[in-house]
Nanobody, 120 residues
Framework: VQLVESGGGSVQTGGSLKLSCTAS????????MAWFRQAPGKRRERIAI???????YYAASVKGRFTMSKDITKNTLYLAMNSLTSEDTATYYC???????????????YGQGTQVTVSS
């Protein structure tokens, strides 16, 4: 399975972006889909989880501003980001696995990332 993120770019403070994560290949039992981000000089952090039969999870830093959704017909996961601040500047990654790991490198599949830059 390959995951490809897109939709990143530059936006002003308070703006919005919608990221996409498209899976190619058989995703099978990798029912946990997650978004991570890594800011310059910081560790990659998990910010959102989407898993059937479980409540969506959002890290405190993005809760209320970011929303995940999924289009099964397109094999695509989305992350809608609103009220962006400079603290959201990072490379954003999606990941998939049967288990919702905290660590990104434990996921069976993950993408190469898409850059989001928020400036005033």
């Amino acid at each position: 399975v390959q995951l490809v993120e897109s939709g990143g770019g530059s936006v002003q403070t308070g703006g919005s972006l919608k990221l996409s994560c498209t899976a190619s290949g058989y995703i099978g039992g990798m029912t946990c889909m997650a978004w991570f981000r890594q800011a310059p000089g910081k560790r990659r952090e998990r910010i959102a989880i989407l898993k059937p039969d479980f409540e969506d999870y959002y890290a405190a830093s993005v809760k209320g501003r970011f929303t995940m959704s999924k289009d099964i017909t397109k094999n695509t996961l989305y992350l809608a980001m609103n009220s962006l601040t400079s603290e959201d500047t990072a490379t954003y990654y999606c990941a998939a696995d049967r288990t919702c790991w905290l660590e990104w490198n434990r996921y069976e599949a993950y993408g190469q990332g898409t850059q989001v830059t928020v400036s005033s």
